[in-house]
């Protein structure tokens, strides 16, 4: 006696919803609607806008959010926060540059020091989170915070200039077609690839969505919740740092004052791409749209000669809309 | 009991066990038997240790006292991943689901299979081809209706749900399916629905402990009951020579066993 | 945790002002937004000087971040326990200080606003502080005469909207030059929130809407700097004239090494200064200070042009705040 699939059967019935279950959900066409449907909007309505070369002057300007996204999807993927990401990017690009030049260092030394020193925050993070047990809003506004004063201390509050040529290796360019292209935004988008292939292709990314989606099924699966939970806030800390250095190769010096409101933007393009504040859904590569997004209207409303102050208003209603597409997405599902 | 064929060996077996908890004292000498090929259901009012005993089965507490064996080997459990690891699932009340995920990911939540050759053993990447098609065949070996393994848990029902849990145990099981109240938040329909899966599951050779406080289940589908009370095995009941009131009468001990006729006693 | 940090901050405030009585002098109370940003560094430690110059004892305080209301109140609150007779303020938010402000005047301890007025300004007892509208003027008025009769294809690097000083230094900026809002030489407006990497996209979002663009006006030096990152990478460092407000070190340095054309200097120090002075006078002989003093905003250039009065940048650095 074969047991019938009883109470999912009248909806699922319907020929519409047949079609509407084989496309990927709303949340993960929707930013890209967005941003097609806004490219195409500024295309129209400016002629400087449809053009390699301002695509790739974007591509750049998203960078540093573009990638700090990277680290807050992992976090926010396991239904945690982190709001030290601009701070910890901060203290990467300042020890990297000051051991660079106060230190003399070798670029292929200090590099990976200011990125062992945004990496040695992630792993902090992720210890108070899971051996002190404490929410990750409130560890990483404290962190957040050490970030800073130790990176104002270091640094003097001054910005470290006159950088050997090595650091700025991702600030070059090559050339594609008619267009530059940094070597930044390269690492950027290969960042995205590799993430992307670790969520959706390894054991590894399902445990980290796992995790966020029910934490205690993960565990009584096997998966160890706590040593994953740390991993990710240190990988998280580890992509902060990459963000650093590219930051640094695209200013061309190691700022103090840097990414102080990296937090809510990177946070902004992670929910304008589709990921839930709730953990265990989302698309990696959502993030990359939702910090285009941005850009693209701040680049497009510049170029149409909006005021600045639309900008904001129209990424507050976008980040609105993305999160109740989430919502009501779930509750017809 | 009386029987010509000798005993058979218990597949899992429990003398002595204690466990107390400061001054409480949860498992006070706890026997347990499982034979092969049967569904036995553990049945024990509040406080009679019932959940400690599957506890210390499952592998999610270590008893202070007593042995456990397993195929008459004695064996110690320090997690519930030894417990797995020994070949014992555990099908948890709340079904251990990850919602979001789809029903393929959630059976293999944990022992993920990797392609073969270097991709899977050096990136680690997963087969997710070999998953869904092993789900698939899980799923239909237990004669659950669901068309795809691709839906999201969530989109289930409870009976389905329940249905997953079921077959991701069964699935990875060697030797014993533990399963707590599982048809406690279903309905009538999908409740037999569970039950006929229980018995499926024992069809294809894997015994069951099933915890229930469902006696009309119990009596569907038990093979014997095991009675907890005050940290003992109180009794074990033979659903076919004794009514439901009597069991329950010897649970809450308004009845003792010796006042049962013998051959209500498995 | 506040509470703690309200506590430890009392008692420090309480040792300070208990060895400032018991040598008898004069205590003032310094409140800044941040206690990072170079400009309030140089506020202290022109204040400090003054002190010392003048027996008297200066206690300071500073909010987290820029826009910390409750550890300036707080801060008041203690000072004024303490003992300071004059408290001197750099507002962080210009509404919500007033209550506390007016609470400490009633107990006769004079405030005086540094550099950002309160709203309204009559809240404090005078106000020292930067004609941001006149550094706007200045560079405005010095665009102009550099331009030489070429018209200009200006673009406005601002701060964020509703901010009183980005306003004020853009409006005169825009007056110097001649120019009303929304004149069709002002080829394009974008905020950089005062920092280095926004200034940089602004003004490469700029750039693409008009590539022709000659005179950059820009809020502050960082953002300046962020505009000459973006204008050298697209080989236009050169045929670009740029304007800054701040008179910082790094922005004087800029102005020497011709990466920026001018910049409008402010005096931080002389602030702090004038604020201890008047603190060490009204404790003396009981006279407040009052109204509207202007600090001073200095044209800074390498490359001055007649009929506007500049200073070369050796007395910028000479003057200069942030090292």
Redesign the interface.
């Known amino acids: ?8 059967a009248p909806a ?1 019935d319907r020929p519409w919803r047949r079609i509407a ?1 084989r496309l990927p959900p709303i949340t993960t066409i929707g930013p890209l609607l967005a941003l097609l449907a806004a490219g195409t909007f500024f295309a129209v309505r400016t002629d400087r806008f449809l053009a390699g070369q301002n695509f790739s002057l974007i591509l750049q300007q998203v960078m540093e959010v573009g990638v700090i996204a990277i680290g807050q999807t992992l976090v926010i993927l396991t239904a945690g926060i982190d709001l030290s990401c601009g701070m910890v990017m901060a203290l990467g690009s300042i020890v990297m540059t000051k051991f660079a030049v106060d230190l003399g260092l070798a670029p292929w030394l200090a590099i990976p020091a200011g990125i062992g020193a945004s990496t040695a925050f992630g792993y902090l993070n992720g210890a108070l989170i899971t051996f002190v047990r404490l929410p990750p809003f409130i560890v990483t506004l404290g962190t957040l915070n050490i970030a800073f004063a130790i990176t104002q201390i270091y640094s003097d509050a001054q910005t470290v200039s006159g950088l050997p040529g090595a650091l700025n290796l991702f600030g070059q360019t090559f050339r594609l077609g008619s267009t530059e292209v940094t070597y930044g935004v390269v690492l950027m988008l290969l960042l995205y690839a590799l993430t992307w ?1 670790v969520l959706h ?4 990314g ?2 980290v ?2 995790l966020g ?2 934490a ?3 565990r ?4 160890p919740t706590q040593r994953l939970l740390r991993g990710v806030y240190t990988v998280a800390g580890a992509i902060y740092g990459v963000a650093g250095l590219l930051l640094v190769a695209r200013t061309g010096v190691g700022d103090p004052q840097a990414g102080q409101t990296d937090n809510l933007d990177s946070i902004t393009a992670v929910v304008l791409g589709g990921t839930s504040l709730f953990g ?2 989302g698309q990696i590569l959502g993030s990359l749209v939702g910090a285009l997004i941005v850009g693209v209207f701040r680049n497009g409303l510049t170029l149409m000669g909006v005021p600045s102050v639309y900008q904001i208003l129209i990424t507050g209603i976008l980040v609105i809309l993305a999160v109740a597409t989430d919502r009501l997405s779930r509750a017809r ?1 | 009991m009386a029987s010509a064929s000798p005993a058979p060996t218990p597949v899992l077996e429990a003398r002595g066990l204690v466990k107390r908890y400061g001054h409480v004292t949860a498992l006070d000498g706890a026997d347990f038997q499982l034979l092969p090929g049967e569904i036995l259901a553990v049945i024990g009012d509040n406080g009679a240790g019932k959940s400690t005993l599957i506890k210390a089965l499952s592998g999610a507490l270590v008893p202070d006292e007593g042995e456990i064996r397993l195929d008459g080997q004695p064996i110690r459990f320090h997690s ?2 030894d417990a ?1 690891r020994a070949g014992i699932e555990t099908v ?1 009340q ?8 789809t029903i393929a ?1 959630n059976l293999f ?4 299979l ?1 392609r073969p050759g270097l991709v899977g053993r050096l ?4 087969d997710r081809r070999r998953m869904l098609e092993q789900a698939k065949g899980h799923m239909e070996g237990l ?6 393994m691709r839906q ?1 848990v ?7 749900r329940q ?1 997953v849990a079921v077959a991701r145990s069964a699935a990875f099981a060697r030797h014993v399916v533990i399963m707590d109240e599982p048809t406690a938040a279903l309905g009538v ?2 409740g037999n ?1 569970v039950l ?2 229980i018995r499926r599951v024992r069809d294809r050779g894997l015994p069951v402990i099933l915890i229930s406080h469902n006696m009309p289940h119990v009596f569907e589908v038990a093979d014997r009951i095991h009675v907890a009370r005050l940290g003992k095995r109180c009794a074990v009941l033979d659903p076919k020579r004794i009514s439901m009131s009597d069991t329950v009468a010897v649970m809450t001990g308004a009845k003792r066993p010796e006042e049962l006729p013998p051959e209500a006693l498995a | 945790m506040a509470k703690l940090n309200r506590v430890l901050l009392g008692l420090l405030v309480l040792a300070a002002a208990i060895a400032a009585a018991a040598a008898d002098k004069p205590i003032i109370g310094l409140i800044t937004k941040t206690d990072t940003n170079p400009f309030f560094v140089k506020m202290k430690q022109g204040a400090e000087k003054a002190a010392a110059a003048t027996g008297a004892k200066v206690m300071s305080a500073a909010g987290k971040f820029d826009g910390d209301n409750a550890t300036q109140v707080t801060a008041i609150e203690n000072m004024t326990t303490a003992g300071a007779k004059t408290i001197l303020i750099t507002p962080s938010d210009t509404k919500a200080i007033v209550p506390a402000i007016a609470k400490a005047r009633e107990k006769g301890v004079m405030v005086i606003a540094l550099d950002t007025p309160t709203d309204p300004q009559s809240a404090t007892d005078a106000l020292f502080a930067t004609d941001n509208f006149k550094a706007g003027v200045l560079i405005g008025q010095y665009a102009k005469a550099a331009m030489a009769g070429k018209p200009a294809r200006i673009a406005t690097l601002d701060l964020a909207p509703g901010i009183t000083v980005g306003q004020l230094r853009h409006d005169g900026f825009l007056q110097g030059f001649g120019i009303k809002e929304g004149d069709p030489a002002i080829v394009c407006s974008a905020d950089t929130r005062g920092d280095r990497a926004k200034g940089q996209t602004a003004m490469e979002n700029c750039l693409q809407k008009a590539p022709d663009l000659n005179v950059v006006y820009t809020i502050n030096e960082p953002a300046a700097a962020g505009a000459y990152q973006a204008l050298k990478a697209a080989g236009k460092a050169t045929g670009v004239l740029i304007v800054s407000v701040d008179g910082g070190c790094p922005g004087v340095k800029a102005i020497q090494a011709g990466t920026l054309a001018a910049t409008s200097q402010q005096y931080p120090l002389k602030m702090a200064d004038m604020g201890v002075r008047a603190g060490v006078e009204y404790a003396k002989s009981g006279k407040k200070a009052s109204g509207y003093v202007d600090t001073g905003v200095t044209l800074i250039t390498d490359r001055p042009v007649s009929g506007v009065e500049s200073k070369d940048s050796k007395f910028g650095l000479a003057n200069c705040w942030g090292g």
């Open positions: 006696m074969t047991t019938p699939s009883t109470a999912a699922h279950d292939f292709q390894t054991g590894v399902r445990h969505y796992a989606n029910n205690e099924a993960a009584l699966m096997g998966i265990g859904r599902g | 519930p991943l797995r948890y709340d079904l251990a689901v990850a919602p979001a995920m990911e939540l944990g022992r993920e990797r990136l680690g990447m997963l004669k659950i209706g669901i068309r795809s999201a969530e989109t289930l029902s409870g009976g389905q249905g329909k999908e629905m006929e899966l």
